[in-house]
């Protein structure tokens, strides 16, 4: 008896079904493979949003296409009755969920990515001590490429217990951070004035965001924090070199002293 409820779930499948399936399966791979391919492209060829826009479109386009394509595809095989689904979809949940709840875990997470958008395609983004931009967002995982040109995927999984540091939140403009160590003896204003100069006549700099300063004073000397935004976030690195070696010829220029190694800093040698 439960052979024949089993069977009685599954229509008959013609010849017409089984090739009409094949192409619903051949067309939603070949739109995937398709669209991971020219929306790449296409936004190499873009800048700011327009360039973050498209890169989004490639995992809402491909959730999108699998949905479709599982709509289509269960009506032909499946009696769609209401008793059928509900015996279906549960003894799927519980199969699934005891031998891939990870995987799982991951997948529905993707899919929370998609529409919570916590990092979308041309981001950058910290997760566990890793950073990097985002360059793929797959069913299970994000793939996050490092500025060493290292590879790594994260699973999406980590959205659930894990924080996410996300440096542009979709958007063109990314702030970048960098620091001057100085001898506390030396006129800040002037400093301060100097290295605003040198921001603004970075080749990077996105003059419409403003240049920031920050001065904190600490028993070894002074700290200085250069904020400012690159035209791409891509240049982030060019930038904070660019802002570091003009940065410390400019203060050499006017006599400046760096601060020395703070003591909680320095290495202990043994002889």
């Known amino acids: 008896m439960e052979t024949d409820k089993i069977i009685g779930l599954f229509k008959t499948v013609t010849s017409d079904a089984v090739i009409e399936i094949a192409v619903v399966i051949a ?11 020219l929306f790449p492209w296409l936004a190499e060829h873009l800048h700011g949003k327009q360039r973050l826009f498209v890169l989004a479109m490639i995992p809402t386009l491909r959730v999108v296409v699998f949905v479709l394509a599982t709509i289509w595809i269960v009506p032909m095989v499946i009696e769609t009755t209401m008793q059928n689904m509900i015996a279906i979809l549960g003894a799927a949940g519980l199969a699934i969920g005891f031998a891939m709840k990870d995987y799982v875990s991951s997948l529905i997470a993707g899919i929370v990515a998609v529409y919570e958008l916590p990092y979308r395609p041309g981001d950058w983004i910290e997760v566990d001590g890793t950073y990097g931009e ?3 967002i797959g ?3 994000v793939e996050l490429v490092t500025p060493d040109d290292t590879v790594v995927f994260v699973p999406h999984l980590k959205l659930w217990d894990g924080l996410i540091h996300n440096a542009n939140n979709g958007g063109p403009s990314l702030m ?5 160590y100085l001898a506390a003896d030396h006129d800040a ?4 004035q100097l290295l605003e100069d ?9 003059l419409k965001k403003q240049i920031t300063v920050v001065i904190s004073e600490q028993p070894w000397g002074t700290h200085y924090r ?4 690159p035209i791409d976030p891509r240049q982030q690195f060019q930038f904070m070199t660019d802002l570091t070696a003009r940065g410390k010829a400019c203060l050499r220029a006017i006599n400046v002293k760096f601060a020395n190694l703070s003591p909680e800093h320095a290495v202990q040698v043994t002889p």
């Open 27 to 37: 067309v939603s791979v070949g739109i995937i493979w398709l669209s991971q391919r």
């Open 134 to 136: 985002v360059k793929h």
């Open 139 to 141: 069913m299970r995982a």
């Open 176 to 180: 970048c951070v960098t620091s001057f």
């Open 189 to 192: 204003h002037q400093v301060k």
């Open 198 to 206: 040198v921001a603004l006549t970075s080749p990077y700099v996105q």
């Open 226 to 229: 250069l904020k400012a935004y």
